[in-house]
């Protein structure tokens, strides 16, 4: 069992950057792969970006390759989504979330979700 609870979220302008943390509990952390959605209203749950258990394997959505930088620090069961050059079309929930193994691109496959933290970017 996981429990994640994100911080960081904000009110924010275009071209600038914003650091989102992830705080999980559990002694199995670091054997959980994790990863990051976002969900406009009206609009479906996004994937952003995965990362495996160890940290060595990432990947990225097309609209946010080169952008964001995902990372975790398994000593303190910490996730964070480093996110630079935010656009409009950024703003979104944004959701932690973690599955025992297997990184995947869809809501469904992930077991844990944590409760959201809001990222508004205005022009």
């Known amino acids: 069992q996981v429990q994640l609870v994100e911080s960081g979220g904000g009110l924010v302008q275009a071209g600038d950057s914003l650091r989102l943390s992830c705080a999980a509990s559990g002694r199995t952390f670091s054997s959980y792969d994790m990863g990051w959605f976002r969900q406009d209203p009206g609009k479906e749950r996004e994937f952003v970006v995965g990362?495996?258990?160890?940290?060595?394997?990432?990947y990225y959505a097309d609209s946010v390759k080169g952008r964001f930088t995902i990372s975790r620090d398994n000593a303190k069961n910490m996730l964070y989504l480093q996110m630079g050059s935010l656009k409009p079309e950024d703003t979104a929930v944004y959701y932690c979330?973690?599955?025992?193994?297997?990184?995947?691109?869809?809501?469904?496959?992930?077991?844990?979700w944590g409760q959201g933290t809001q990222v508004t970017v205005s022009l």
């Open positions: 990362i495996s258990s160890s940290g060595d394997s990432t």
């Open positions: 979330v973690a599955r025992p193994a297997g990184l995947g691109y869809q809501p469904d496959e992930y077991d844990y």
